[in-house]
Nanobody, 125 residues
Framework: QVQLVESGGGSVQAGGSLRLSCVASGRTASAYDMGWFRQAPGKEREFVSFFTRSSGGGPVYADSVKGRFTISRDNDRNTVALQMNSLKPEDTAIYYC?????????????????WGQGTQVTVSS
């Protein structure tokens, strides 16, 4: 079992930056790969990014955030961070950290094993 706690988020103007962090805890936390999803009001939960430790793997991004967001992982601390630059109003959503006991990336939220509580990101125009 793994528990996820997010931090960061907040409100910024368009073009600004925010950084989200997620800490995984639990006896088997190091066995999980982690990523981020987001959910805007009235919309389905949407894949944002995932960091896979598989051989030849690394970061994977949704097309909507590629070039603006950067995911990183600190294996010693079992943390994953999402640096969000050049934010747009359409990035406004609740952002969720998600963990998966598999190195293979999945864009399907139903294939993740644990979720954080979510953190609000609001981008004003």
């Amino acid at each position: 079992q793994v528990q996820l706690v997010e931090s960061g988020g907040g409100s910024v103007q368009a073009g600004g930056s925010l950084r989200l962090s997620c800490v995984a805890s639990g006896r088997t936390a190091s066995a999980y790969d982690m990523g981020w999803f987001r959910q805007a009001p009235g919309k389905e939960r949407e894949f944002v990014s995932f960091f896979t430790r598989s051989s030849g793997g690394g970061p994977v991004y949704a097309d909507s955030v590629k070039g603006r967001f950067t995911i990183s992982r600190d294996n010693d601390r079992n943390t994953v961070a999402l640096q969000m630059n050049s934010l747009k109003p359409e990035d406004t959503a609740i952002y969720y950290c998600a963990a998966r006991a598999s190195y293979y990336v999945s864009r399907n939220p139903n294939e993740y094993d644990a979720w954080g509580q979510g953190t609000q990101v609001t981008v004003s125009s």
